[in-house]
């Protein structure tokens, strides 16, 4: 296949609105990988991305909170280098209410590495300005190390004033869109009331005294037009009938739960991914894709392509499914088991404090897997995340059989029925759907 036609093939998956699925396998073996974009060395964004985590996790952010900081931190570094991507298209325009941005004055010569590492602080700091000052001095002291990189890379004095200087430009414009997601809104609203008693009705469990986020599904979207889009309803009803499908997805909690084999326990500890012990849900597949800049050969102009449209459907996956939770408002396993099967069983992992359906593991996994795909292809990789912690790598054969096994850990470790899974998996799928009919970052190439 010669450079054209693949490069064909990428822009029209960014432009099809065939399925996702439908699209996948039509392009199945072939990686979508076409020619240059931006050469450069991707890791400035992986160090930034990383760095972004490591602050997640410091500073306790709730699951949804850090899927949105991903999302802008990957439109940040798309859009700080899309004027140096002369066959790239701004998302302005694109994603709801971003409508301009400065853009570069083709009389100067900029560095990009130095606008996006300008751009990135910028817009980093803004979004962590009411944490610790911890956070803050990591941002800066990231952004003095690559200012450093770039003089030892012999920019000169003068490209780097002004590469500075475009890249806080575009960073103060992000951040003018990004305080107007409603953010500030919900963070002034009264305490949440949980809704009148009914025998389907979440309720709190454990030592939470406040259900998370309940208002977070009032936040502006990125991508899908309504946070009403994609939502799956559930396919059944609430029944205390021993008969009835709802009882016979509890009692298969119930019976996992009680006879997990060691592979299962893995499984269920892998993908916790818990808020203030790891950089949130969002941010594992945002260690994936950082393990693709390395694994693939990703260019600068790839990394950012994918930072931001990954970084997009793990924002507006919480966005949607925390809508749909606080409408439906459903109980956990937990309350049901104890009610009406053993009042004596817990789950393996600890219940988190918002309501039930859909799972939101199964959403984020299914959007992230579905557009790294359109983007790569299959690709086999290990996910090493826990590495570090003394937890054995797992290695996958695609990102779609890792987005099961994160989908299905959510059932092995107690804490959502079957339904709310797999459900969740077809909203993540839309998700990703969603953008790709909706952005479009390459117009289709003509040939020669």
């Known amino acids: 296949m010669n450079h054209h036609r693949r490069a064909l093939t990428f822009l029209l998956l960014i432009m099809l609105t065939l399925p996702v699925a439908s699209v996948q396998a039509q392009l199945y073996p072939e990686p979508i990988l076409v020619g240059e974009s931006l050469p450069g060395d991707p890791q400035v964004l992986v160090d930034w991305m990383n760095v972004l985590y490591d602050q997640v996790e410091a500073e306790r952010v709730s699951a949804p909170g850090g899927s949105r900081l991903y999302g802008y931190a990957g439109i940040a570094a798309y859009e700080a280098l899309v004027p140096f991507m002369p066959g790239n298209r701004s998302l302005v325009n694109q994603v709801n209410e971003l409508t301009d941005l400065p853009w570069i004055d083709y009389e100067l010569q900029y560095d990009p590495i130095t606008v996006v590492n300008a751009a990135m602080q910028t817009v980093l700091n803004n979004l962590f300005r009411t944490n610790s000052d911890e956070s803050r001095a990591a941002f800066v002291a990231l952004r003095d190390e690559w200012l450093q990189n770039r003089r030892d890379a012999g920019i000169e004095h003068e490209v780097m004033q002004t590469s500075v200087e475009y890249g806080e430009l575009v960073g103060k414009g992000l951040n003018d869109w990004i305080n107007s997601d409603g953010l500030l809104d919900i963070r002034l609203r009264d305490p949440y009331v949980m809704p009148a008693e ?135 396993p937990e309350t049901y088991i104890n009610l009406h099967i053993s009042d004596r069983w817990r789950p393996y992992i600890e ?69 709310a899974i797999e459900n969740g998996m077809r909203q993540g799928q839309c998700i990703a759907e969603t953008a790709l009919q909706n952005v479009i970052m390459r117009p289709v190439s003509q040939g020669e």
Not at 261 to 274: H, K, S, Y
Not at 358 to 376: C, E, R, W
Not at 390 to 410: D, K, L, M, V, Y
Request: proline share 7%; with cysteine; glycine share 6%.
């Open 351 to 419: 219940t988190p404090p918002f309501p039930e359906y859909p799972s939101g593991h199964s959403v984020v996994s299914a959007a992230a897997a579905d557009m790294l795909t359109a983007l790569f292809g299959t690709v086999h990789f290990v996910d090493r995340l826990h590495e570090p912690e003394g937890e054995t790598p797992r290695e996958f054969w695609s990102f779609e059989q890792a987005a099961n096994e994160a989908a299905i850990s959510r059932l092995y470790g107690g804490i959502h029925y079957r339904s």
């Open 198 to 332: 009914s025998p389907d009705a979440y309720v709190l469990t454990g030592e939470a005294l406040q259900p998370a986020e309940p208002y977070w599904g009032d936040l502006r979207p990125f991508i899908v037009p309504y946070t009403t889009t994609c939502w799956q309803m559930p396919n059944w009803e609430y029944s205390e009938d021993e008969n009835s499908v709802f009882y016979q997805q509890a009692l298969e909690v119930f019976d996992v739960g009680n006879d997990l084999t060691e592979e299962q326990r893995n499984i269920a500890e892998w993908w916790v991914d818990t808020p203030a012990l790891t950089g949130t849900p969002a941010g594992h597949w945002v260690q994936i894709e950082n393990q693709m800049v390395d694994e693939l050969e990703l260019d600068l102009g790839r990394a950012a392509e994918m930072y931001a449209m990954v970084g997009m459907v793990l924002a507006d996956s919480f966005i949607v499914t925390w809508d749909l939770k606080y409408n439906l408002n459903l109980l956990r």
